[in-house]
């Protein structure tokens, strides 16, 4: 029993060891985010006059679906559905800007609502890594962070 016990462990510990090591090996970068959405043209007007993401071809793909592209490359696509997808505060998309009392000031003048992680109307937060950070709700209700961070 002692043994069995013993090799169960080895086992672990080496399955532990290949996929440990085989996560190194890869150099994942994120390439887009998907989100379904009631009315794909009030999105997509948002996507591009709020966020300023730029719209890209879509790549064949039928005109149910229109995709962004942030400055670094990573997309949204934008898919129109009568889907009704729950949308929490802790699942959401994060995207940086060096400008954020710039950005802050633009939303005040379109007069759309932005909080902190508690829910705090107009008030920024400073996570504990020093990044401050606003959330907006984009027209169907999903969760986006703003930050400064500069990494």
């Known amino acids: ?4 016990k013993y090799v169960r462990l080895s086992i ?7 996929f440990s090591s085989a996560q190194s090996n890869f150099s994942f ?7 379904l959405v009631q009315d794909l043209e009030v999105a997509s007007e948002f996507y591009m006059d709020i966020l300023g993401l ?3 071809s879509n ?10 592209q942030l400055n670094d490359k990573v997309q949204v696509h934008l898919s129109e559905s009568g889907d009704d997808i729950q949308k929490k ?3 959401h998309l994060a995207i940086k800007t060096q400008n954020l009392e710039g950005f802050i000031t633009f939303l005040d003048a379109k007069n759309i609502h932005w909080e902190n992680w508690p829910g705090e109307k107009s008030a920024t937060r400073i996570r504990p890594d020093g990044v401050k950070q606003i959330y907006i709700r984009d027209p169907d209700g999903y969760w986006i962070e703003i930050n400064d ?3």
């Open 12 to 18: 672990c510990a080496l399955l532990f060891t290949c």
């Open 59 to 68: 790549g064949g793909l039928p005109s149910h679906i229109r995709w962004f």
């Open 89 to 91: 505060k802790g699942v």
């Open 54 to 56: 730029k719209e890209i």
């Open 29 to 35: 970068e994120m390439d887009h985010n998907a989100f």
């Open 1 to 4: 029993m002692k043994n069995l």
């Open 149 to 151: 961070n500069g990494l």
